[in-house]
T-cell receptor, first 112, second 114 residues
Framework: GDSVTQMEGPVTLSEEACLTI???????????LFWYVQYPGEGLQLLLKATKADDKGSNKGFEATYRKETTSFHLEKGSVQVSDSAVYFC???????????FGAGTTVTVRA | NAGVTQTPKFQVLKTGQSMTLQCAQDMNHNSMYWYRQDPGMGLRLIYY???????DKGEVPNGYNVSRLNKREFSLRLESAAPSQTSVYFC?????????????FGPGTRLTVL
């Protein structure tokens, strides 16, 4: 079935370091792909999305490109801040169902 | 706009007790969802409601029931709580139930079943 696999954490970085969180997916159709972020004590909020192959989603300095050939949607940021400390979830909507499938989440801690 | 609100924020139950988790949204969204979040497992869909008057099972519906009271409100009921239902529960909503639509999440309810 449709699923998402993302790199395990936790990830600990220093401020201004580069961040990459890998996400790969399995889907039979043409899914839309999402990155959600969960700050401590809060619910999830959409960080960025891409709805078709080669689309690039971007927000708050984060980027992810929908790569159909490698079935990937890796999240990247060139220079992280302490405020980026959160749990990041990759997710997909397969397009033929209601279900939003989430990865297990990656905890990122940025130290000053 | 408050977005998606959930009550209560925290709850402790004993095995066998029942309770209802409340969720409301003020964004005029058509679709609403209940998820549970467990460590290392991401979010799993319990039930969803594509539109007012309809509900459907998700990935992990056993032990739960839902009611779409009106367009704004979607409640989740545990009839006889079990320790395996200890989790953080999130309600979400979206304007339509299709692949491009963003889901908006509430702040969550942390439930412990002893």
């Amino acid at each position: 079935g449709d699923s998402v696999t993302q790199m395990e954490g936790p990830v600990t970085l220093s401020e201004e370091a580069c961040l990459t969180i890998n996400c790969t997916y399995t889907a039979t159709g043409y899914p839309s792909l999402f990155w959600y972020v969960q700050y401590p004590g809060e619910g999830l909020q959409l960080l960025l999305k891409a709805t078709k192959a080669d689309d690039k989603g971007s927000n708050k300095g984060f980027e992810a490109t929908y790569r159909k050939e490698t079935t990937s949607f890796h999240l990247e940021k060139g220079s992280v801040q302490v405020s980026d400390s959160a749990v990041y979830f990759c997710a997909l909507n397969p397009g033929n169902d209601y279900k939003l499938s989430f990865g297990a989440g990656t905890t990122v801690t940025v130290r000053a | 706009n408050a977005g998606v609100t959930q009550t209560p924020k925290f709850q402790v139950l004993k095995t066998g007790q029942s309770m209802t988790l409340q969720c409301a949204q003020d964004m005029n969204h058509n679709s609403m969802y209940w998820y549970r979040q467990d460590p290392g497992m991401g979010l799993r869909l319990i039930y969803y409601s594509a539109s007012e008057g309809t509900t459907d099972k998700g990935e992990v519906p056993n032990g739960y029931n839902v009611s779409r009271l009106n367009k704004r409100e979607f409640s989740l009921r545990l009839e006889s709580a079990a320790p395996s239902q200890t989790s953080v529960y999130f309600c979400a909503s979206s304007f339509r139930n299709n692949l491009h639509d963003e889901q908006f999440f509430g702040p969550g309810t942390r439930l412990t079943v002893l």
